[in-house]
């Protein structure tokens, strides 16, 4: 069993990212906060701008929309936390009994918070799934692994799984994504996490952009068995994120309902309940006579008809009764049952 799958419940990833705007403090408050929505895991971000941007790169819309105040490489910089500050956030996380998890955005980062903060899982953004020096370091550390698919075509996931399969790492879990923010429901295609589930044969999950907690419940009654969402403080708040992110208490909520679906599901057996099982007494129907019957006679087909209640002999055991000759007088409109003939 996945260790991302703890009692067979979703595991659902509050998704930071640099929603504390480079703050150390703000990311400090946001943890116990967050903890108590009932979450899996805290995630944040982390990169060395300078090894992730070149002298060519360039915002996004949604970025330019956000936060127009900076270049890309600026605007990383000022929303990055210190390597250093990861080590706090991880004993917070530990101390209010929730999973710190962080993604890297070069392989710098990427090494620093496996050997040093030691992240019990890798999540690979999706930005990064042809990063192969990424890949291959991860593929060999064989720790748990997250993929998101934002852009990719089944083609590159393809490439990417062989890489990180490489040295037989199977605990690979993929993230359905739409890299657009916010993520139209138009777009949002839910239906290809069976396909992904068909083509791929691993564990499925989402991580979702979109506004509105339905797309995450829709993707937990597809199979999903990871759920990741971004959360912020305010989102009013300057920076590229909080405008599509959720507050803390539409993640609460969204925790919730998704915990709500998931006893919703149930499970894979036919479970009829003990109040089923009283209803079935009621609503099903027995055989019953269709005239008085003396003893002796031999019950003929004509002797019989189906009504309710369901205590008695089921009409699909009517050749049991068929041809029987009757013990006792048995009155019209009466249940029939094994005892009353031999």
Known sequence: MLTLKPKKRTFIIAEVGPNHNGSLKLALKMVP?????????????????DKVYSADAFKAEYQKKNDSTDSILK?????????????QLSKLCKKHKVIYSCSAFDLESLVFLDKKI???????????????DMLDYIAKRKKEILLSTGMASFQEIKNALKRLKKFGNKRITILHCISSYPAEEKYLNLNVL?????????????????LGNEASLAAVAKGAVVIEKHVTLSKNQDGPDHKTSITIPELKNLVKKIRRVEVILGSR?????????????????????????QKGTIIKKKHITFKRPGTGIEPTKLKKVIGKKTLRKILKNKLIKFKDFK
């Open 33 to 49: 906060l967050i903890a108590k929505t009932g979450v899996d895991a805290i995630k944040f971000q982390l990169a060395e701008p």
């Open 75 to 87: 605007m990383s910089k000022r929303i990055q936390l210190k390597k250093e500050d990861h080590f």
């Open 118 to 132: 030691n992240i019990p899982f890798f999540k690979i953004p999706s930005g990064e799934i042809n990063s192969i």
């Open 194 to 210: 069976d396909e992904i589930q068909k083509q791929f044969k691993l564990n499925i999950g989402y991580s979702d952009h979109s």
């Open 269 to 293: 057996n036919k479970i009829i309940s003990k109040k089923e099982k009283n209803i079935k007494k009621v609503a099903r129907k027995s055989i019953v006579s269709t005239c008085e019957l």
